[in-house]
């Protein structure tokens, strides 16, 4: 993640609602063992000021670890909030419900699961297509040829290859 700016973190916690500040601290205790108390304590500090001044930041955590490292902690804390909004919120949009399924069809496709990888490609297409998501679309006739090209799935010949190619001109 790109270097937070001076008053971007706190800019970010403060649009928080409570809803997504409570998810945040579930979600730090689930998944950042090791570094709870500095993110948390971090994420506390910053909530609680009115006008965000970092000297003020340093004096309220003078002796904490975190201070010695604030600009590191500072991005990592917001790398943290982003992946839990990102959390939070996965299941609110269609693009993201879509987002998530090829990111499923790519693990299954690294894996070298071109059956799954198809299922989940197929699932996907049908969504896209309920919802007009002709971006979408057009990476999913990508994923289709990769998963023809890359596999030895039963019954798939040239003329699917062919079938797919017409479908995506057709979109396009």
């Known amino acids: ?12 916690i403060k649009s928080l609602n409570a ?9 730090v205790a689930r998944h950042v063992s090791d570094d709870k108390t500095g993110s948390e304590l971090l994420f506390d500090t910053i909530e609680s000021l009115d006008i965000y001044d970092e000297s003020v930041i340093k004096h309220l955590l003078k002796g904490q670890s975190v201070v010695n490292t604030l600009a590191t902690s500072k991005n990592r804390l917001a790398e943290l909030i982003m992946k839990s909004l990102d959390a ?9 419900q879509l987002r998530r399924e090829l990111h499923f069809a ?15 490609v197929m699932n ?6 309920q919802y007009d998501k002709f971006k979408i679309l057009l990476e ?10 890359n ?5 798939k010949t040239e003329e699917d290859l062919n079938n797919i ?6 979109i396009l």
Do not use: P, Q
């Open 140 to 149: 999913l006739f990508v994923w289709e040829k990769n998963i023809l090209t």
């Open 106 to 120: 790519e693990l299954y496709f690294k894996k070298n699961l071109f059956d799954d990888c198809l299922r989940i």
């Open 1 to 12: 993640m790109a270097a937070v700016s001076s008053d971007s973190l706190f800019r970010l």
């Open 88 to 96: 939070f919120h996965s299941e609110s949009s269609v693009d993201a």
């Open 19 to 27: 809803h997504e500040k409570r998810y945040f601290k579930m979600y």
């Open 165 to 170: 190619l017409e479908e995506e001109k057709r």
């Open 124 to 129: 996907v297409k049908k969504l896209a297509y």
């Open 151 to 155: 596999s030895s799935l039963s019954g």
